[in-house]
């Protein structure tokens, strides 16, 4: 709350106060008067009532009857007087109970209290001990991160050196399959060669064959 705002409201508690403090005992004053007011109406009814009935004769020690309005009025401040002492005594009772009940109270709330200690002291155990995982595990993680990362790049620089190794792999049968094919290729040329130079060595050992044969037909014999 804003300082003027407190301000205000304390003002106005203060003045709220200054207020009430006049008439704060005038409402039960005023019913006291009115029980009495009422007592002494009913006293004067009633003695008007025994003066009419006596053939004007008094019955009181005095005229006017003061001194009996004074000790019925005793009485009768004595009666209630006995009420308000009966009513102070049932209330001394009942605040005795309620200070038992509230020592019994304070009893339970305290072994209550006692229990909760001991409770919190064991969850700080607890919290302590779990706080002290939890910072384990934190720097277990914190390596196993590190080794993560660590394992990621070595795959990282594996998985270059293995392509590396598939490109030089490849352009290595490449170059196989090329040898290979220049092979086969002077192979094919060799064998198309000697199939040409065994054709002509036929033709040739046939004519060949033919002229000796001729050769010999033409010579005559010894």
């Given at each position: ?23 704060s005992g005038l409402f039960d004053k005023v019913s006291r008067l009115e029980e009495m007011l009422a ?22 020690p005095d005229e006017d009857g003061t001194l009996y309005l004074r000790v019925n009025e005793l009485k ?9 002492i009966s009513d102070l005594t049932s209330n001394a009772y009942l605040k005795d109970a309620e200070l ?123």
């Open positions: 709350m804003e300082s003027w705002k407190s301000h205000v409201r304390a003002e106005l508690f203060h003045r709220d106060c200054r207020q009430k403090d006049p008439f007592f002494h109406t009913k006293l004067r009814q009633d003695m008007d009532t025994c003066s009419s009935t006596e053939n004007g004769s008094s019955r009181y009768f401040l004595n009666q209630q007087l006995k009420q308000k038992h009940y509230c020592h019994s109270q304070v009893a339970r709330y305290r072994t209550e209290a006692v229990v909760l200690a001991q409770g919190a002291s064991s969850l700080k155990a607890d919290l302590e001990e779990y706080e002290y995982q939890l910072e384990c595990q934190s720097k277990e993680l914190t390596a196993l991160r590190l080794e993560h990362s660590s394992l990621r790049e070595e795959l990282t620089a594996a998985n270059l050196q293995n392509e590396q190794l598939l490109d030089r792999w490849l352009e290595e049968k490449k170059e196989e399959a090329e040898r290979i094919n220049k092979y086969n290729a002077t192979q094919e040329r060799w064998q198309r060669l000697a199939g040409r130079l065994k054709k002509r060595y036929r033709v040739r050992s046939r004519a060949a064959c033919a002229a000796h044969k001729l050769t010999e037909s033409k010579t005559p014999p010894p």
